[in-house]
């Protein structure tokens, strides 16, 4: 899925389903919290055996990223990269930082933000776009798509500016013809985006990058 909205250069690995114990590589097990719920400690695995698998296929070490005490995946020397992961979803995107600063990708369940929420995320220009596309295409949840665009924004971003950031620090339209993301930053200071969204099989996802020109 991811495949389809990235660009070049970019390679992708992506899972519908967890790995057994005796299918995670031991660099991986190495990396496992030590307290968490089965769940999540599947997530994690899964997640770190496709980024091993992204990085074999860019050509560059193929080593499980360590968390960083941001939260964030520690990309070898090179190597830029994101994690996405939700209900029977995770994927991984990487890149060479010559190619790109940073990448950003988030998958959602396909269904409409919970009630109370899209006003915290969004402005008013953007929820009056969100109208004008569900009256054309109801079956979208574009404020999902939305939610998931600015959750991929602040991965992308956050690499590359020293400053916290908002659900409001960024503009996100759409394209539907072509599948892309309009991306306008809301305050000076970062840097532009460019973007992509598919929504397939119940997923939402969505993936930007900040080119390295």
Sequence with gaps: MLTEIAPTGVRVVEAFGDDTEEETPAEVRALLPAVAVVKRLKEFATARRCAMDALEALGAPAVPPAKLASGAPHWPT?????????????????????????????????????????????????RAELLRLEAVDPQTPWDKLLFSAKEAVYKAWRPVVDTPLGFQDVRVGFDPESGRLRLRAARTGLPPLDGGYLVRSGLAVTAVWLPNR
């Design 78 to 126: 090179g190597v830029v990269g994101s994690i996405t992961h939700t209900t029977g979803y995770r994927a991984v995107a990487v890149a060479r930082s010559c190619d790109y600063r940073s990448l950003g990708v988030d998958a959602e369940p396909a269904v409409p933000l919970r009630p109370g929420l899209l006003e915290g995320v969004t402005c008013p220009e953007e």
